[in-house]
């Protein structure tokens, strides 16, 4: 297949926050195979100030996903959602989610060219496509399955899947005001950003390992600073930290943020020290180096997407088991918060 003449896309990928960057190099190739080209994203209202940080995203169409799950709201929802998806006509849907609602999602549309992978997450979802791609046929990093797919669809190999995601000055200028009233009034020169928050609580190492890894750099350079950051569900165990912190140089913004002042918060830093979260692929996708503790999930599918990163896994046999929770703390316990200062600070070495 040759060059698509399609100009006008819908992009489905309504979250989460690594799902939404792990979608924007194959969006952004998508954007410069050919010129003219313009792109809705049906996105949830948490994550809708990212597909705007691609200059080719026209319009953001919001899925309130609370409300499909409502009884006495869903069919509501539904007209609504049609409504606004059928405002424009597209070319072709490409449903970079493969679930059965953003394939649902996609039908809704009305665009008779509706793609997506031929292996979806819900295999129910390829009876709402018309295409049918590949991408998904063995195991791989999330990015590169997105643009897989996109080369798929696009009848392509010479994609350019460089991502840039431009400044956000309003944000920007946001971030640097949160960023300096968390240590009184003045933008460090240099600081780490610290998320000890995630989803499940088998990604949460506990707040004693992030003490532990923050003393020891600042023995290295005990001018830097650390700022804690995250969603308000992650603020108590911000808490927790600042709570235990003693002298060290620690400040917290969990809960102050938007998702874009997040993102140009984390622009500004100088390294990212997290857990397996929404903020290490803010990270990875600005090329901010990012030192990563994974336990019952997989980085080789979905750990940083860069070059400057450290991935701590814990050798342990019972490591990527997929499960939210457990009782047994082998895993946090079995890696070392010195050797995650080590390959922190030395990263950090190489970004000055």
Request: charged share 25%; proline share 7%.
């Amino acid at each position: 297949m040759g060059l698509n003449p399609m100009k006008r896309y819908l992009i489905v990928k309504p979250s989460s926050l690594g799902d939404i960057l792990h979608a924007m190099p194959a969006v952004s190739a998508l954007a410069k195979s050919c010129p003219d080209v313009s792109v809705d994203w049906v996105v949830k209202p948490a994550f809708a100030e990212l597909p705007p940080y691609l200059p080719c995203v026209r319009r953001v169409i919001l899925f309130y996903d609370k409300k499909f799950r409502s009884p006495l709201q869903f069919l509501p929802a539904v007209f609504q959602l049609r409504n606004e998806l059928r405002r424009d006509r597209y070319d072709a849907v490409i449903d970079l989610q493969g679930l059965i609602r953003s394939a649902f999602i996609g039908r809704l549309s009305g665009c008779p060219v509706r793609a997506g992978s031929a292996l979806p997450r819900e295999h129910f979802s390829v009876h709402f496509y018309t295409r049918l791609l590949k991408g998904r046929e063995k195991p791989g990093h999330a990015v590169d399955v997105n643009n897989t797919m996109m080369k798929d669809f696009l009848g392509r190999e010479d994609l350019d899947f460089s991502l840039d995601l431009p400044v956000n000055e309003r944000k920007a200028g946001r971030a640097r005001e949160i960023v300096a009233g968390a240590f009184g009034g003045t933008l460090p020169e240099r600081f780490v950003v610290v998320a000890p928050g995630a989803r499940w609580a088998t990604k949460k190492w506990p707040a004693d390992f992030f003490l532990a890894v923050i003393s020891s750099i600042v023995r290295r350079d005990p001018d830097l600073k650390f700022l804690l950051a995250g969603t308000r569900d992650e603020a108590e165990d911000a808490e927790i930290i600042l709570a235990k912190k003693g002298e060290l140089p620690v400040a917290s913004i969990c809960g102050q943020t938007s998702v874009g002042e997040l993102l140009e918060t984390i622009r500004l830093s100088s390294l990212m020290i997290c857990n397996d979260s929404g903020p290490m692929h803010i990270a990875a996708a600005l090329g901010v180096p990012v030192a990563a503790m994974f336990g019952p999930t997989d980085p080789a599918l979905t750990g940083p997407y860069c070059e400057k990163k450290s991935v701590f896994v814990p050798e342990t046999a019972c490591n990527r088991c997929f499960l939210r929770y457990c009782k047994d703390s082998r895993c946090h316990d079995s890696i070392d918060p010195e050797a995650v200062a080590g390959a922190s600070f030395n990263l950090l070495l190489k970004r000055s």
